[in-house]
């Protein structure tokens, strides 16, 4: 009788997680929405260009009040999500930057944000690229800037 309720048990477990499987993908797959995971996309974009030096990065787990964003940025922070920036700690103009907004209709002035920042930094204009995708903005700074934007829009999907 043990044996018969265990087993009983185990087939309601195995299909309640695949009926809860299945919302979840239908559910995203129906959805316009953009997503990506902030750690995973900020180790791979860095890891796309193998000259960068030693980068520090903040991100918003650490920057609550959004401070040291501030100190890159002058978007008004409360229209972030997420956030990682990379930038290089001597101040040479190396940076890779993403921010994932709560609406992306703030998109544009994000970008316009980040460009003035990229001139005050004297980043090389040939070296240097601000791409969107969905409600993520990816701020680019650095020798292979076009293998770490390939590497931004492969991870946000």
Known sequence: MKKIIA???AVISVTAFTACSNNSQNGSS?????????????????????TLPIMMTVSNDEDKDGQKFRQHCDFDFSKVKSYFWS?????????????????????EALKASL???LTSIGADKNNSEIVSK???TALIACNQKDKVKETFEILVK
Do not use: C, R, W
């Open 7 to 9: 087993l009983l048990l």
């Open 30 to 50: 129906q959805s316009s929405e953009v997503f990506a995971d902030m750690f995973e996309l900020s180790q791979k974009m860095l890891k796309a260009d193998d």
């Open 87 to 107: 930038y290089e700690e001597t101040g040479k103009p190396y940076e890779i930057a993403a921010v994932e907004l709560k609406d992306s209709s703030d998109t």
């Open 115 to 117: 460009d003035k920042h």
């Open 134 to 136: 969905g409600n993520y």
